[in-house]
T-cell receptor, first 115, second 115 residues
Framework: AQKITQTQPGMFVQEKEAVTLDCTYDTSDPSYGLFWYKQPSSGEMIFLIYQGSYDQQNATEGRYSLNFQKARKSANLVISASQLGDSAMYFCAMREGTGGFKTIFGAGTRLFVKA | GAVVSQHPSWVICKSGTSVKIECRSLDFQATTMFWYRQFPKQSLMLMATSNEGSKATYEQGVEKDKFLINHASLTLSTLTVTSAHPEDSSFYIC???????????FGDGTRLSIL
């Protein structure tokens, strides 16, 4: 069965510093996708970044990068140059290649950016 | 970018009332839509997956007769909470995937409060 683990319930980072949010996963499907979403206090889910299991390069989107270590089954999110607006809940998610696009989410990490 | 509209954003109603929540994909055809429930400070819990024109697939533990899902067209799915009770109070979020699309696109969610 697929599983997503986020071990950091909360993280603090100083404004303008970089921060890494951890995510490990478990699946027996060789084809899968990994996602990170941001959820501000208003509740909407904002897609940040995607990494496919066959992608050779780590995904990057602006200040977001995904540190994909396939052998270790980890997909950590790195946010560079943190901004106050980055304070939010962050969810790691995984979708297996089979199973009809079903996506499971980790427990989430709440990020607090300090001025 | 792809847009998913969810309505209403906030509902307060009396116990015993049935509540319908709509989820629309505004600029793409959603072959698959998902309904999630989120309790405060917790992750998203998948309730059901719906494909256009077919019956929804419910996750284990989700009452089909309680949470009626209809996906009548490629742009609209509805979730009806029947005879709602205070324990049904929660944040409900829908998401949609178009063909060949990678990330799920989420609606802004519906906060349901049953008095």
């Amino acid at each position: 069965a697929q599983k997503i683990t986020q071990t950091q319930p909360g993280m603090f980072v100083q404004e303008k510093e970089a921060v890494t949010l951890d995510c490990t996963y478990d699946t027996s499907d060789p084809s899968y996708g990994l996602f990170w979403y941001k959820q501000p206090s208003s509740g909407e889910m904002i897609f940040l970044i995607y990494q496919g299991s066959y992608d050779q390069q780590n995904a990057t989107e602006g200040r977001y990068s995904l540190n994909f270590q396939k052998a270790r089954k980890s997909a950590n999110l790195v946010i560079s140059a943190s901004q106050l607006g980055d304070s939010a809940m962050y969810f790691c998610a995984m979708r297996e290649g089979t199973g009809g696009f079903k996506t499971i989410f980790g427990a989430g990490t709440r990020l607090f950016v300090k001025a | 970018g792809a847009v998913v509209s969810q309505h209403p954003s906030w509902v307060i109603c009396k116990s015993g009332t049935s509540v319908k929540i709509e989820c629309r994909s505004l600029d793409f055809q959603a072959t698959t839509m998902f309904w999630y429930r989120q309790f405060p400070k917790q992750s998203l819990m998948l309730m059901a997956t719906s494909n256009e024109g077919s019956k929804a697939t419910y996750e284990q533990g989700v009452e089909k007769d309680k949470f009626l899902i209809n996906h009548a067209s490629l742009t609209l799915s509805t979730l009806t909470v029947t005879s709602a009770h205070p324990e049904d109070s929660s944040f409900y979020i829908c998401s949609a995937i178009g063909q060949g699309d990678q990330p799920q696109h989420f609606g802004d969610g519906t906060r349901l409060s049953i008095l």
